[in-house]
């Protein structure tokens, strides 16, 4: 089955510990992204990439980092997290290097930063 | 930059009855545009995009949206509403280089039996 998993789906940590929450697709996309999602604010882009070792940021990326090693995964990287990181993050993925292909989302992971 | 607004933050509609969701966008570049909607508990998938040609575009679930360049509208229609269709809806655009993606705050479509 085609499709974009997210681990961990539900994570609560404390403020200052290092967290990675991963993000793989099965279907050999060259675009990847991720986007927290708050009440009242949508969804804002953090990190995307076009492709293999190439990643930029977007709109909210200050207190993340990405890496891009291999096609199929993209993890998301907290190296300090802070309360106001408490989101609900989704990754996503499309083919083609670009995000105006049909992009498909993750499951989403909701994360509490005490 | 580009930016939308949806201008509505919830929406309740009786079952049966025609619906529309407004979006607009800012841009000084061409763009392209995107209907994503969310049900309880889930990811977001595609409902609909415009990239070029026909102004009106039909999407899944008898959705529609028209563009409308000289108002930088992107308004998503359904003549008639189900239960189902209760959710949160994201407009969304991008540029002609596809990179960066921007969505609206979302409008939260309540269909009341």
């Known amino acids: 089955e085609a499709q974009v998993t997210q681990n961990p789906r539900y994570l609560i940590t404390v403020t200052g510990k290092k967290l990675t929450v991963t993000c793989s697709q099965n279907?050999?996309?060259?675009?990847m992204s991720w986007y927290r999602q708050d009440p009242g604010l949508g969804l804002r882009q953090i990190y995307y990439?076009?492709?293999?070792?190439?990643?930029d940021k977007g709109d909210v990326p200050e207190g993340y980092k990405v890496s891009r090693k291999e096609k199929r995964n993209f993890p998301l990287i907290l190296e300090s997290p802070s309360p106001n990181q408490t989101s609900l993050y989704f990754c996503?993925?499309?083919?083609?290097?670009?995000?105006?292909?049909?992009?498909?989302f993750g499951p989403g992971t909701r994360l509490t930063v005490l | 930059a580009q930016s939308v607004t949806q201008l509505d933050s919830q929406v309740p509609v009786f079952e049966e009855a025609p619906v529309e969701l407004r979006c607009n966008y800012s841009?000084?570049?061409?763009?392209?545009l995107f209907w994503y909607v969310q049900y309880p508990n889930q990811g977001l998938q595609l409902l609909l995009k415009?990239?070029?040609?026909?102004?009106l575009v039909k999407g899944i679930n008898g959705f529609e949206a028209e563009f409308n360049k000289s108002q930088t509208s992107f308004h998503l229609r359904k003549p008639s509403v189900h239960i189902s269709d209760t959710a949160e809806y994201f407009c969304?655009?991008?540029?002609?280089?596809?990179?960066?993606?921007?969505f609206g705050t979302g409008t939260s479509l309540t269909v009341i039996p």
């Open positions: 996503a993925s499309a083919p083609g290097g670009t995000s105006y292909n049909e992009q498909f």
């Open positions: 279907m050999n996309h060259e675009y």
């Open positions: 990439s076009m492709n293999v070792e190439v990643t």
């Open positions: 841009s000084s570049v061409s763009v392209y």
């Open positions: 415009y990239l070029s040609g026909s102004t």
């Open positions: 969304a655009v991008t540029t002609f280089t596809g990179n960066q993606f921007y």
